[in-house]
């Protein structure tokens, strides 16, 4: 079945520069087989019991924003068990634009995405128009696990902001696995050792790019997260954030970055053939989180942690607003009931500007939502009410 041609574009009226999505669209998408939803610019509410398909309409929606899942990197688990393949389609107004984004999954193949009919080359190429923030439970990862979590933060958030650092990104980490594959190989000693200085020169370039990069988001979300930690806590905490680097970046010059990295990278060489992989680079990086200049990994409380992932998730909604001219579309996976009344008021008044997709187990009954436009669907066993 093409299903490309399921969904056909149609006019829109443009309504100023925010962001929203008008419709999605799926087939054979998890357990929906065929779900055609328009939704509210401003407040959707999903409400049904635990697995019947409220995260997979999230997990929708960020598949058309990012071109990957937030829950697998295996697009076959995305597919309904007994099909070959599964579609999604979001209308999508942005900044007086109007994208037609479509996605197709096939078992055993590379996904393929439309921009308004067009066919990319490949995911490289994304660049939707759609930009999203997700708050669910398991970002408290973002706190307590290791650093691998933290750095798929920084990296998702930059690439909707810059999608140049995606393409930075996919180069660096080519050229990587061609290094640790070399690093790996029974090859002469002085036939690795050319190789490797051209591959070093490689990695220095594009790896500073990454750092650089990473180091100016971080100071803004830094900067924003420390004032809305402020207001969450009622002033008793102070939230920081800390870029962790093997590389040298103090000074922040570009090729002063670069010089060190290359020096980092000749000076870890052995280290490195015997370990047969790469241990200097932005791939090891970190983001310390600080609460009142205290370790939040190891001393933060449970309550602390989820504070901590909310200010920065609010912050990423800021700054995408400031680069971007319109708020992001805000995700809320099942997060409410975990929130005190404090956090839930402050929560609501972030994104009653901007069109927000919640799930609930519960029907929701905030004081605070009276006064926002809103639609509330109910969905059982992949199925609206």
Do not use: W
């Not at 099909?83 to 942005?94: F, L, P």
């Not at 798929?152 to 080519?174: A, E, M």
């Amino acid at each position: 079945m093409n299903y490309f041609k399921t969904l056909e574009e149609s006019s829109y009226i443009l309504r100023g520069a925010n962001l929203n999505i008008e419709s999605i669209r799926l087939i054979n998408f998890r357990n929906y087989n065929n779900l055609n939803i328009e939704l509210n610019d401003k407040m959707n509410i999903f409400i049904g019991k635990n697995a019947q398909g409220k995260t997979n309409l999230l997990e929708s929606i960020y598949i058309c924003a990012t071109g990957k899942s937030f829950r697998t990197n295996r697009d076959r688990e995305i597919i309904n068990l007994n099909k070959e393949e599964a579609y999604i389609a979001a209308k999508v107004h942005a900044n007086r634009m109007q994208r037609l984004i479509e996605i197709k999954m096939e078992k055993n193949k590379p996904k393929r995405i439309k921009i308004n009919k067009i066919e990319l080359k490949n995911l490289k190429e994304l660049n939707s128009g759609l930009n999203v923030v997700i708050f669910s439970p398991d970002d408290m990862k973002l706190v307590k696990d290791g650093p691998g979590e933290r750095r798929n933060f920084l990296d998702t958030s930059i690439s909707q902001i810059k999608p140049v650092y995606r393409y930075n990104l996919n180069r660096y980490n080519k050229i990587l696995l061609q290094r640790n594959n070399l690093l790996k190989s029974n090859k002469q000693k002085s036939n690795v050792v050319k190789l490797l200085d051209i591959f070093d020169l490689q990695l220095g370039k594009i790896g500073t790019e990454i750092i650089i990069s990473r180091i100016k988001f971080l100071e803004k979300l830094s900067r924003i997260s420390e004032r809305i930690h402020k207001n969450l806590t009622l002033g008793n905490e102070r939230l920081t954030l800390e870029y962790i680097s093997n590389v040298n970046f103090i000074q922040g010059n570009r090729d002063y970055i670069e010089r060190d990295f290359l020096k980092k990278l000749k000076l870890n060489r052995d280290k490195d053939l015997m370990m047969g992989n790469t241990g200097v680079g932005p791939h090891r990086d970190d983001i310390r989180i600080n609460i009142n200049d205290i370790d939040a990994r190891t001393y933060a409380s449970q309550g602390q942690q989820r504070t901590i992932v909310l200010s920065m998730k609010l912050s990423e909604v800021e700054i995408i607003k400031l680069d971007k001219g319109s708020y992001p579309v805000l995700l809320l996976d099942d997060v409410f009931s975990e929130l005190d009344e404090e956090r839930r008021k402050h929560l609501t008044m972030s994104f009653k500007d901007m069109q927000t997709v919640i799930t609930s187990t519960d029907i929701i009954d905030l004081k605070e939502f009276e006064n926002i436009d809103k639609s509330i669907f109910y969905i059982k066993n992949g199925k609206l009410l």
